[in-house]
């Protein structure tokens, strides 16, 4: 019995439940999992354009989930990395569709631009919590919906493009895209969405460990998380530090909305995300918060969101089940700690 | 009859069938708080409500049967999230999280399943008259009808009942309860079970009585906006129900401004129920006091 | 009954009182029977109660005359005390007890767990001496003495605590005409000095204003008049020049997830030797959790291992040690031996009277009168957050100490 309890305590656990829970969804589809997870792997790892395809999912959904998990560090639930991804798109996508110059000043510019609309969003959140003593759950819910209406209303008027049919901005110039990723010895992938911005999301994660294990910053930053009245008592400006975090996180997640913007859409349309901001809570959980596993956990969660699609259109199991497999993993991986605690022969 | 007032009237009626689903909620909210326990889930809640109210209803042709089909399954989501965050003490916003993506992804998959069509359902029988209420009563007004009588019961229940007083107990001091031999787990298990057939029975009201049919995202932040609500309400039952009703009412106000002001477009406009309950939370300042070990495992 | 109430504040006394046994009419709670019920109980064991009252509302010492009444409610044949007269004043204290030994006498057994061997002597028959989890010795009351109970404690002789040299004279904290905090826990117009190389005990009952002084000289809360260190406000926010050991270790103190090495550089993080830059200088953190490991005798498997693990006592060693590292001008100490064997307190006691022959000032806040005796050159009486008396050396005298604790004089 302990050494089940242990097994389920560790991330493995989690992987093997998510496959049992795939299966079962399979089944209940009427499909046969063996062919379920082919059609899984196959649009995932099966070839140069699936690991291509997967590796932009897992870029969309580690930004945000470094977002959130800076926030969680902090003790702080930012659950609008939804709207902070989004805000962060929509202004690279306002800027760019009018910006001309070389790429090594519009990209830079573009991107840092995203981190300055998600930052203002997390900010706000911050800014309620400090100065008001605003619940961030509920106000970072709120501003998801509010900046899907506000970039609803700008894109269907005023930064609407007069040639595009549908609600969108008008697309970057091909200046403002980012590179596609550098060829690996025979492997190309300049046909493919795949660009750098898997580099510039995981160069971002080892920032973010850097900063939680050697800054004096990131020290602060955790014990507001662990011992939000130690660190006060420890001279730590606690207002301050909620309103840092929580633009920080919103500032990592909007990088993710302009890396999308410039790497993937090449202009602003509120379907850039499809709730890559939810899924990323999942993500920064299943990592332990810790930015280096969060990598990990974004390439499997990565697979999911790629073979899913795969799995609808070649095997008939509607890709939505993906996310119903995600959010029971987020139900378990929260019960862990319970299982972790048992097989330790801890008291309950 | 001039205009203004016609109008008046509309934004009343409309007020009264926008708030309905958030007072369920925000309701079930109040039980779920006071007993200790922040259910996040209730959007998810809803949606399950929501959509297996019209499972049920297009399965057995009974809005009734829908009903409480939708009360049902969101008892059941209330159930995994109590069970979760009592006796598995998992923390209470990352199970609601989890509860949220399982409730919304499993509608998304169920349509396809079940209906073999994405984003919304087939039409299906609507509440309608003297179904739940006798004649004269549209399906509308029974559910408002319903509303008031919860939330004077669960007033009556929190505030009267040996029960409530256990309640109050849990999520004030839990470890009070157990000195008086009783399990503040289970009492907060019940109160989250409560929570989530409250919410289910909020969402089954959108989908067959305000309409007639599930869309894919057709709650649209209301367990959330019914969060807010709360704390507005100050964690009590007519607090809540006051704090829903004003935000429905903004809900209500988007649809009657809607092609009225033209500098005002409708996709901006959307955005008002939550910016009331953004600017309500952030008014409480210094204000409020949240039951003691609220959102605090035991 | 416990050590720390297990009362909700926000209901009244009654509801309190007859949570879970609440009488029944119809579906509804029997407001009139409850409160008929507690008032005739309160009667019957002569503890004065209002049953409408809201407990946060009331003073420490009724709110413990409600956890006990919730206990006799259920009209108990074995009564628990755990730790009964932690916040109490003396005169609460006699009453308590009076009360109790009433019990006893009507035929319910009564254990008491206590610290306080005063207590031990004047109100209990037996004693059983439990020492690491062990009932180590048993007496008969009228057979032992304070004396012979605590060496069964400890196993053996008492540690000597050190010596004190002469006190300083040298001013260092200043307080003047300090007023603080909110409602009921208020501080208003304290105003005394500390010099270096003296220790001031701030005596008195939990609750009477202690927190809110100790809270406005960290520069916790805001407050009007003037605290001042070395003639300078400003030098009380260096984090170099002062040492604080919090009341509630693990709330306020530390971070119990966190290592050693980690929890010993919390509160100086910024100080110089510890930044460098942006960045944090673990060696030398590391090297100021082994000095404190080493002076401190802190039992730990390692730097490494999470202070979650270590006992309350190692805990404390480690805040003491954390608060007196690099020798600062002024050390704050509130109930520095709480919660800790009679070994591991001698060893704190012992090192502040060191700091103090350093020619540190520390002010010791502690509601054990014993310790301020023990400790402090000179002792300051607290009461509803005033200062009511102020002794020094020689007049140092328990029974008019006590008595100014509890507001007579």
Known sequence: ?348 | ?298 | MHQHFELVGRLRVWQNIMLGREPRKGLLVDVDAARSRVAELAERNGLAIDPDALVEELPIGVQQRVELLRELEREPSVLLLDEPTAALAPAEIATLFATVVQLAKRGTAILVVTHKLQEVIDYTTRVSVMRHGKIVARYQTTQTSTDEIARAMVGGELPQVAQREATGTQPCLSVRDLSAGVDTTTVSNLSFEVSAGEIVGIAGVEGNGQTVLADAIAGMIPYTGAIELDGSENALKHRENIGIVPQDRHHEGLVLNWSIVENAILGRQNLPGIRKGALTDWNAARADAEAIIERFDVRAASADVPVRTLSGGNQQKLLVGRALLGDPRFVLAYQPTRGIDVGAAALVQSRLIEARNRGCAILLISFELDEILALADRVLVMFRGKINGSFTGAELERGKIGRLMAGLT
């Open chain 1, 1 to 348: 019995m302990k050494v089940v309890l242990r097994v389920l305590a560790g991330p493995a656990g989690a992987l093997v439940l998510a496959f049992v829970l795939a299966a079962i969804a399979m089944l209940i589809a009427g499909v046969n999992p063996v062919d379920g997870f082919g059609a899984l792997f196959a649009g995932s790892l099966g070839g140069r354009r699936p690991i291509a395809e997967t590796l932009v999912q897992t870029t969309a959904l580690l930004f945000p989930a470094l977002g959130v998990s800076l926030a969680f560090r902090t003790g702080l639930f930012n659950i609008g990395a939804e709207g902070q991804l989004l805000m962060g798109g929509l202004f690279a996508g306002a800027v760019g569709a009018h910006f001309a110059g070389p790429g090594w000043l519009v990209i830079p510019v573009l991107l840092l631009l995203g981190m300055v609309g998600g930052g203002i969003w997390g900010g706000i959140a911050g800014w309620l919590r400090a100065r008001f003593n605003a619940s961030e759950i509920i106000s970072t819910l709120m501003l998801n919906f509010i900046a899907l209406s506000l970039a609803g209303y700008l894109v269907a008027g005023p930064l609407k493009s007069p040639l595009a049919s549908g609600a969108e901005t008008a697309p970057l110039l091909p200046n403002g895209w980012l590179p596609a990723f550098p060829t690996i010895g025979s492997l190309g992938f300049g046909d493919t969405r795949l660009t750098i911005s898997i580099l510039i999301a995981i160069a971002t994660a080892m920032v973010l460990s850097f900063v939680f294990t050697r800054t004096v910053f990131g020290y602060e930053l955790r014990a507001a998380g662990e011992a939000p009245e130690a660190a006060r008592r420890s001279g730590i400006n606690m207002p301050r530090m909620t309103l840092i975090a929580l633009a920080l996180s919103g500032a990592v997640a909007g990088l993710g909305g302009a890396a999308i913007v410039t790497g993937v859409l090449h202009r602003f349309n509120t379907a850039l995300s499809p709730g890559y901001g939810y899924t990323a809570i999942a993500v920064a959980l299943v990592g332990d918060l810790n930015p280096l596993w969060v990598c990990v956990a974004a390439f499997g969660f990565g697979i999911l969101e790629a073979g899913g699609l795969a799995m609808q259109a070649n095997a008939g199991v509607p890709k939505d089940a993906i996310h119903v497999i995600e959010g029971l993993i987020v139900l378990v991986l929260a019960a862990r700690r319970y299982f972790a605690t048992r097989a330790a022969g801890a008291p309950v």
């Open chain 2, 1 to 298: 009859m001039s205009t203004g007032v016609s109008l008046m009237l509309t934004l009343l009626f409309l007020t009264l069938i926008k708030s309905v689903p958030i007072v369920y909620a925000a309701l079930g909210g109040v039980i779920a708080e006071r007993a200790g326990v922040v259910n996040i889930g209730l959007e998810g809640m809803m949606t399950a409500g929501a959509f297996s109210a019209v499972v049920f209803t297009n399965l057995t042709g009974s809005p009734i049967v829908g009903l409480i089909a939708g009360v049902f399954f969101g008892a059941v989501l209330g159930f995994v999230l109590g069970f979760a965050a009592t006796f598995f003490k998992v923390d209470q916003i990352v199970a609601g999280v989890g509860i949220n993506l399982v409730a919304l992804g499993g509608a998304a998959y169920g349509l396809v399943l079940i209906f073999n069509q994405p984003g919304a359902s087939p039409q299906v029988e609507q509440l309608g008259p003297g179904q739940l209420l006798p004649q004269i009563t549209t399906g509308e007004t029974a559910l408002i009808v319903l509303g008031l009588v919860c939330a004077f019961g669960l007033n009556w229940f929190i505030y009267r009942t040996p029960w409530g007083l256990r309640i109050q107990a849990c999520g004030e001091n839990p470890r009070a309860v157990t000195d008086a031999g009783l399990n503040p787990l289970r009492l907060r298990l019940y109160s989250v079970i409560a929570s989530g057939a409250l919410a289910g029975l909020g969402g089954a009201f959108l989908s067959i009585c305000e309409v007639n049919l599930y869309s894919d995202g057709m709650t649209a932040g209301r367990g959330f906006i019914a969060l807010a609500a709360v704390i507005f309400g100050r964690w009590t039952p007519w607090g809540a129900t006051g704090a829903a009703v004003f935000f429905g009412f903004f809900e209500a106000l988007q649809y009657v401004l809607q092609g009225r002001i033209s500098w005002l477009p409708s996709d901006a406009m959307q955005a008002l129920p939550y910016l009331a309950a953004l600017f309500a939370i952030a008014g409480l300042v210094g204000r409020v006091r949240a039951p003691t070990a609220d959102g605090v495992p035991y």
